[in-house]
């Protein structure tokens, strides 16, 4: 029985990843442009509720190849791909553009590959760049860097570039829109008998078994990706919904009862992050702060470079750091937002000084609130995602 926690209007920041399939008409290649402006709808109406709405989107290749020679189905190789990819991304991103523009909306196209969200530096980059987007009113459209893979192109990237991309940013909810409604307990088109799934609390080897494969030509992943993403997203405080993308408003869909499958996150985000940060982190360095530092933190608030006294250690933009009160006590630990000989320049200084002593606009603070564990106590429950 769907919880009454379980409902997409009560998400406040929302990842919507769309497959190939669902964006493009397997017969004629062309974007279903109908079908994208109902979308761009549906995000202008979460919009107008306070919702932020962000777009994980595949197609690119599906558009590229039609506009080449390149044959309109079946494999292609690694260099065709890319070529597709290059070409296709500029169609899909004029796409969005447009549709988001008719509802008064501006897009904000970025690349990114998995690396991207692993390594730490690029990771702070790639999340700082799409909160900003947000923050501007903007809608993130996000699209697999096929261009520059440095090895094949494999089935299914889009749904784990979504649920990373939706771990990164915070989200409460990601969707995967896919051209099946659901998780079922076994492949429905082969199996007249099996059963849909809509609520699933926990990812056992048993729901994964029951994944076995869905994809179509164009939604290459199928469920076992899916699956995959709903493991990198739950276990990062990220709820999941898998849903049919096929219908017209989808999210208003989901919104008005249509059927899908709900993965439920065991807490929020932020305090899965916390937590991440507090026990799973080596410290690379330690900064000792000042009382009015030390109070500032204790009040919720982030660390600016006006409160570090001293620092210690050579780390680097996106590590771990311990932060101490002027008697030594450790208070906190959090990931440091600039490298070590930056952080020294600027320990002591007014935030708006930064730009003035570094070079380069800076972020303000030196670690954000949600980058931040306060030692002997527990994350608060909320989900904060403005930057103070």
């Not at 947000?134 to 893979?149: C, K, M």
């Not at 939706?166 to 079922?184: P, R």
């Not at 600027?346 to 570094?358: A, D, F, H, M, V």
Request: net charge neutral; charged share 25%.
């Amino acid at each position: 029985m769907m919880t009454s926690k379980m409902k997409l209007q009560d998400q406040k920041r929302i990842v919507v990843k769309i497959g190939s399939a669902t964006l493009v008409d397997a017969k004629t290649g062309r974007l279903r442009a109908a079908w994208l402006q109902t979308l761009a709808d549906d995000i202008a109406m979460l919009r107008s509720r306070g919702r932020e709405v962000l777009i994980v989107s595949s197609g690119a290749i599906a558009l590229g190849r039609r506009k080449t020679n390149l044959p309109a189905h079946g494999k292609l190789r690694l260099e065709e791909s890319q070529a597709a990819a290059a070409i296709g991304q500029i169609a899909l991103g004029e796409a969005y553009a447009d549709a988001l523009h008719k509802v008064d909306l501006t897009a904000g196209q970025i690349l990114l590959t998995l690396g991207d969200t692993e390594e730490r530096r690029r990771y702070l980059n790639a999340r700082a760049t799409l909160s900003t987007l947000l923050q501007l009113g903007s809608v993130p459209i996000v699209n697999e860097n096929d261009t520059v893979a440095t090895s094949e192109i494999k089935y299914g990237d889009n749904d784990r570039l979504a649920a990373r991309v939706a771990t990164m940013i915070s989200a409460d909810c990601l969707i995967l829109l896919s051209d099946i409604d659901g998780l079922y307990t076994a492949p429905p088109a082969n199996n007249p008998d099996a059963r849909h799934i809509p609520l699933i609390e926990h990812i056992t080897p048993e729901i994964e078994a029951m994944a076995g494969s869905t994809g179509s030509e164009f939604a290459k992943g199928g469920m076992t990706t899916k699956i995959a993403a709903g493991k990198i997203a739950v276990n990062a405080g990220t709820s999941m919904i898998i849903a049919n993308g096929g219908v017209y408003n989808p999210l208003k869909s989901i919104m008005d009862g249509a059927k899908c499958s709900w993965f439920v996150a065991n807490s929020n985000p932020i305090t899965q992050r916390r937590r991440w940060i507090n026990g799973h982190l080596e410290p690379h360095g330690c900064l000792t702060l000042d009382d009015g530092a030390v109070r500032a933190l204790h009040s919720g608030k982030s660390l600016l470079p006006a409160g570090v006294m001293s620092l210690e250690g050579n780390f680097a933009k996106g590590d771990a750091v311990i932060l101490r009160a002027p008697n030594g006590e450790e208070i906190a630990r959090g990931l440091i937002g600039y490298d070590h000989f930056e952080a020294e320049k600027i320990k002591g200084c007014r935030s708006n000084q930064i730009t003035e002593i570094l070079g380069y606009d800076g972020r303000p603070e030196l670690i954000h609130r949600d980058d931040m564990v306060l030692r002997d106590t527990e994350p608060a429950e909320h989900s904060e995602h403005a930057a103070q």
